[in-house]
């Protein structure tokens, strides 16, 4: 039986010291090359990496970038010439010696399951299987059923960006009991938290549209079968006489197929960014398309989601259904006041 990392013996934890030198180098690679495959295969799903949590690992290069951003800033002897690029001065000024030769020993990652991983910031290499020629740094998967010398010597990598209430496997506390070393999913508290902004993907600057739809709010909800309230909030909402085109599978009242989303909540006021679980960090791109779209959002979700505001009162929060008849107030309120509502945008301008 495999025996939970943090259970591990002294001994043991010996053998592990080959992989912890080079974990960030690892962290790097699998979440650069995570961001190379979410573009490949053109999804929504953006990536952004959290520095402070990356911080947080305490590894030994975390105080040199940090000194060097400090000397960038302060020292004169880094002006950038008249003949360098920004791009060539930052990556001179941002240099850091290496103490492994990553052409010659590349980073190993196993079970890449056939991932497209053409571009790391090291050199890398992902295959779906190993042997004694190719020995993972890193291994996506958990300890258990790894042949010993690769669950000793590797740093096992959990990555998703499914919410915990969905896939209890991805919940911190169950992954680490199983052997994971580096947890990446949406939670920030995951020691690479892989979440769905992304300043590439999502266009937050861009200006508002006129409303012109007569209903209040739209709605984009496909899976009828959350495990969170959402239904019974949109529900509660239309009960209340906020009036809502809703596009997606349920409770549909507007042809959604073939509709541009972004470009039809440009046309609202309001956005039901509903996600399907209320977890702390677990913000998807129906919240940062909605703030794209310069249409508030009115959030089912995330319990933090104000972390995750651009400005206070940008966005309405249904907490619990108790909170619908306030909700649905403030939505009547500010439709029916330019200034008002004009306000709740001041993020954009
Ligand atoms: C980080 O590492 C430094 C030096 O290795 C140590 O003094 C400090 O206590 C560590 N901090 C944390 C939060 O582990
Ligand atoms: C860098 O630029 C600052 C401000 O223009 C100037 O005062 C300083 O002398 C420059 N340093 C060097 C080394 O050229
Ligand atoms: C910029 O000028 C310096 C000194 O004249 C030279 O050494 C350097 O190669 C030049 N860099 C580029 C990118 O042209
Ligand atoms: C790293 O390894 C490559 C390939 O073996 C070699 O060409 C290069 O000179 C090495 N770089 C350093 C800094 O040793
Ligand atoms: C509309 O909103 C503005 C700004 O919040 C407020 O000052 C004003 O009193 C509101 N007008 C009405 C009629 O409620
Ligand atoms: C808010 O009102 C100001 C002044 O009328 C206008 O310039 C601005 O574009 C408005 N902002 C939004 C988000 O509508």
Redesign the pocket.
Known sequence: MAVPTNMRTGAVLGGRRRWTKWIQWIIIVVVLGEMVFLFHLDQLNGEYFNFKSFAALNFSLDNDVEHRAEVIHKDDSVNRSNNESCEEWLEKNDFLGYGR????SPIHVAFGENQVWDSCAVGCKFRSTVSESFRPDGVLRAASGLPSWMEKESCHILRSMESSSYYPENDLTSARKRGYDVVMTTSLESEVPVGYFSWAEYDLMSPVSRKTEGAYAAAFISNCGAHNFRLEALEGLKAQGVRIDSYGQCLRTREGRGVNKLQTLRRYKFSLAFENSNEDDYVTEKFWQSLVAGSVPVVVGAPNIDNFSPAPNALLHIKSLNDIPAVARQIKYLASNFTAYNETLRYVT
């Open positions: 030769n990553f052409s010659k």
